[in-house]
């Protein structure tokens, strides 16, 4: 009798259980996922004063069109890459995307054009927003200007 109450309680408690962990998956699954970006391609190098490099930015959510994307750019001092802000990043370029599309891509985007001699990496931030104002969290990634 005794193991058949142990039983009972061991069934009972994988119940409970099994059917808070339900609840919780449910509750995650019935959430709308936040407008993120989930993936930032780029060349990983571009030749000085050669072909441009395309980008392509892959999202998650439920964005409203049009969506624009946000980057800014950071160069070594050392570079001239244009007017800076205090914090050193160059002025927030944007590009509105009117049709819905996933991935958001941009052909010939990257470049450097100039007569520098040594190659140099640039940093980028890029983020979106919607329509209604919705912002996804910046995404960070970089690549690198080639002078031969």
């Known amino acids: 009798m005794r193991r058949l109450s142990t039983l009972v309680w061991v069934a009972l408690l994988a119940v409970v259980v099994s059917g808070a962990t339900a609840v919780s998956a449910s509750s995650v699954r019935s959430a709308a996922p936040a407008f993120t970006i989930t993936r930032l391609d780029m060349?990983?190098?571009?030749?000085?004063?050669?072909?441009?490099?395309?980008?392509?930015?892959?999202?998650?959510?439920?964005?409203?069109f049009?969506?624009?994307?946000?980057?800014?750019?950071?160069?070594?001092?050392?570079?001239?890459?244009?007017?800076?802000?205090?914090?050193?990043?160059?002025?927030?370029?944007?590009?509105?995307?009117?049709a819905a599309a996933n991935p958001l891509v941009t052909p010939h985007w990257y470049y450097c054009n100039g007569s520098s001699t040594s190659s140099?990496?640039?940093?980028?931030?890029?983020?979106?927003?919607?329509?209604?104002?919705?912002?996804?969290?910046?995404?960070?990634?970089?690549?690198?200007?080639?002078?031969?």
Do not use: M
């Not at 892959?58 to 409203?64: E, Y």
């Not at 800076?84 to 509105?96: L, P, S």
């Not at 980028?124 to 002078?147: M, Q, S, Y």
């Open 66 to 98: 049009p969506v624009t994307v946000h980057e800014r750019g950071l160069c070594p001092e050392s570079v001239n890459c244009g007017p800076r802000g205090a914090d050193g990043f160059g002025k927030v370029v944007t590009t509105v995307f009117t």
């Open 43 to 64: 060349p990983v190098s571009v030749t000085q004063n050669g072909a441009r490099g395309t980008r392509s930015i892959a999202w998650d959510g439920h964005p409203t």
């Open 120 to 148: 140099y990496v640039v940093g980028i931030e890029v983020w979106l927003t919607d329509a209604h104002g919705h912002k996804t969290p910046i995404a960070r990634n970089f690549w690198e200007c080639k002078t031969h």
